[in-house]
């Protein structure tokens, strides 16, 4: 069972900047892609980014683009989120999940899919509040 933790979080103005990170415990992630979600009171959870077990294929919401940039360091089992220019939008709880997919998915230069339900371990969320 892998035992996902988010970090990082927390209050920023805007225009500010975060980074979270996304670790596990007790399994490598190596061998998984890991998305970032989040989901603000009353809002359904949408996928921010998503990043394939190499790092190759990497997937962001229209509104992150250019903000947002998501990254993989395997050697320390850390997925990362950098999230630049934040916006007040951006407040939400943010979840890291892990999925996996079977091999070749997805194809060099695809796409790394980003829908929640094809995430199987989800960590247990963390606030970022943008507000001056």
């Known amino acids: 069972q892998l035992q996902i933790v988010e970090s990082g979080g927390g209050l920023v103005q805007p225009g500010g900047s975060l980074k979270l990170s996304c670790t596990n415990s007790n399994m490598p992630l190596n061998n998984y892609a890991v998305g970032w979600f989040r989901q603000a009171p009353g809002k359904e959870r949408e996928g921010v980014s998503c990043i394939s077990s190499s790092g190759r294929n990497t997937n962001y919401a229209d509104s992150v683009k250019g903000r947002f940039t998501i990254s993989r360091d395997n050697a320390k089992n850390t997925v990362y989120l950098e999230m630049n220019r934040l916006k007040p939008e951006d407040t939400s709880v943010y979840y890291c999940?892990?999925?996996?997919?079977?091999?070749?998915?997805?194809?060099?230069?695809?796409?790394?899919?980003?829908?929640?339900?094809?995430?199987?371990?989800w960590g247990q969320g963390i606030q970022v509040t943008v507000s001056s």
């Open positions: 999940a892990v999925g996996f997919f079977p091999r070749g998915v997805p194809k060099a230069g695809d796409l790394q899919p980003c829908r929640a339900h094809q995430y199987d371990y």
